[in-house]
């Protein structure tokens, strides 16, 4: 099994709210990775968790904050968002060692109002 | 830094003719070598991968040779079919940055493929 999980599929909210996306996998990945994607340009790294650890941080601005509780779950807490932050939003895992390719779930199309 | 560069689109063929999309690479050592495709409103999905110089990945009729000489990795269909139109990412595992687990992916700005009947 090669599924990645996230919910919710579209997402709705104003500049005010708080929101958080979810990730879930179980295919025993130890590193779990946020990506933005804007339509038809390639995915942009925004965090990646190895080991439960974040590992990379793209220069993310702090109104994206990410969280990974255990080894299959991943969340992105949203706050104070601009509508440039529209986007679909992708969550992937890795085995982990050097070369290896990441899984992508089906994302959470965010929109901004 | 490493880096992907893909034949620009949109490409639009007619069912049943032969597809190549250009991928070439630079990077510092042996990178991993994939191609992702994201059909409309989808994530994206590993079409095929290959990890070594003169390895072929292959999946659906979908085939890519790691040449290490031209350094590239051209996506290849014989017959391809309605069903193939899609976004296509070349992308080349990137040095790990911190740990020894999880590499960044770098990316190709993708080709958009359209297939007509």
């Known amino acids: 099994d090669t599924e990645v999980t996230q919910t919710p599929k579209h997402l709705v909210m104003g500049m005010t709210n708080k929101k958080s996306l979810k990730c879930e996998q179980h295919?025993?990945?130890?590193?779990m990775y946020w990506y933005k994607q804007k339509a038809k340009k390639p995915p942009e790294l925004m965090f990646v968790?190895?080991?439960?650890?974040?590992?990379i941080n793209e220069s993310v601005p702090s109104r994206f904050s990410p969280e990974c509780p255990n080894s299959s779950l991943l969340n992105l807490h949203l706050h104070a968002l601009q509508p440039e932050d529209s986007a679909l939003y992708l969550c992937?895992?890795?085995?982990?060692?050097?070369?290896?390719?990441?899984?992508f779930g089906p994302g959470t199309r965010l929109t901004v109002t | 830094g490493d880096s992907v560069t893909q034949m620009e689109g949109p490409v639009t063929l007619s069912e049943e003719a032969f597809l190549t999309i250009n991928c070439t690479y630079t990077?510092?050592?042996?990178?991993?070598l994939f191609w992702y495709v994201q059909y409309p409103g989808e994530g994206l999905q590993l079409l095929l991968k290959?990890?070594?110089?003169?390895d072929k990945g292959s999946n659906k009729g979908f085939e890519a040779t790691y040449r290490k000489e031209t350094t590239s990795f051209h996506l290849e269909k014989g017959s391809v079919q309605v069903s193939d139109s899609a976004v296509y990412f070349c992308?080349?595992?990137?040095?790990?940055?911190?740990?020894?687990?999880?590499?960044?992916?770098?990316f190709g700005q993708g080709t958009e493929l359209s297939v007509k009947p």
């Open positions: 990077a510092t050592g042996y990178p991993s």
């Open positions: 290959a990890t070594k110089a003169d």
């Open positions: 992937a895992s890795s085995q982990g060692l050097r070369g290896r390719e990441q899984y």
């Open positions: 968790y190895s080991y439960e650890k974040l590992s």
């Open positions: 992308a080349l595992s990137g040095l790990i940055m911190i740990y020894n687990q999880g590499g960044k992916l770098i």
């Open positions: 295919m025993g990945h130890r590193a």
